[in-house]
């Protein structure tokens, strides 16, 4: 059973660039959460979604940054006009049920030069 | 989602049994304990979790205290690839909310042969 994949797992984008984040969660999983570690800091919530809705946003910067969790295909996290603060890790969570854990892929490494 | 305090580093020697501590005095009785571990440049990984009963798995087990104020995560038989930084968290047990994991600062765990 695969676990949660992310792609790219290095992304390099130049100022003023777009950067998409791709997430395939678990096979069975309907809800996926993205999560953002900036260098030396912990992991910050950015968003939740389940098929097709936004459920929980609070956590995502109002501008530049959406996501979507379209009924096929993987969740996308997509930033608009890249800044160098945005280069950090983003990790993409995916869980079968609301209540249950949330498994975790291992990261998009995101640099913006 | 109550605070957690976790000491912020811990030694442990190869096959030892390795307890991590969790303070979360101001918890609330539908708020669960949730333990996960970042080993470096990895996703975080779900380790084990519980409201107020211990709980054991073939990874780790919990101790939550009779008030629920405190927890211990107990590796039993530490090995090298134990070595991470292990986070307690404190999950609301409902509500739109619940894919909000706040990750504090945790404990890095080291593991010397």
């Known amino acids: 059973n695969a676990g949660v994949m992310q792609n790219p797992r290095h992304l390099v984008r130049r100022r003023g660039q777009e950067a998409r984040l791709r997430c395939s969660p678990m096979k069975g999983h309907s809800h996926v959460y993205w999560y953002r570690q900036l260098p030396e800091e912990g992991l910050k919530f950015m968003v939740y979604l389940q098929k097709e809705n936004i459920i929980d946003e609070s956590g995502m910067p109002k501008e530049r940054f959406s996501a979507e969790f379209p009924k096929e295909g993987p969740s996308i996290l997509r930033i608009q006009q890249v800044v160098r603060g945005d280069s950090a890790a983003y990790f993409c969570?995916?869980?079968?049920?609301?209540?249950?854990?949330?498994?975790f892929g291992n990261g998009t490494r995101l640099t913006v030069t | 989602d109550a605070k957690t305090t976790q000491p912020t580093s811990m030694d442990c020697a190869e096959g030892r049994a390795a307890n991590l501590p969790c303070n979360h005095s101001?918890?609330?009785?539908?708020?669960?304990v949730y333990w996960y571990r970042q080993i470096h440049s990895q996703g975080p990984q779900y380790i084990i979790h519980?409201?107020?009963n211990n709980e054991t798995n073939e990874m780790a087990s919990l101790i939550i205290t009779e008030d629920r104020k405190s927890s211990t995560l107990i590796l039993p038989h530490a090995t090298l690839r134990d070595t991470a930084v292990y986070y307690c968290?404190?999950?609301?047990?409902?509500?739109?909310?619940?894919?909000?994991?706040?990750f504090g600062q945790g404990t890095i765990l080291t593991v010397h042969p």
């Open positions: 101001t918890i609330s009785g539908n708020e669960y």
């Open positions: 968290i404190v999950r609301v047990g409902g509500g739109t909310s619940y894919g909000k994991l706040t």
């Open positions: 519980g409201l107020k």
């Open positions: 969570a995916s869980s079968p049920e609301l209540r249950s854990p949330l498994h």
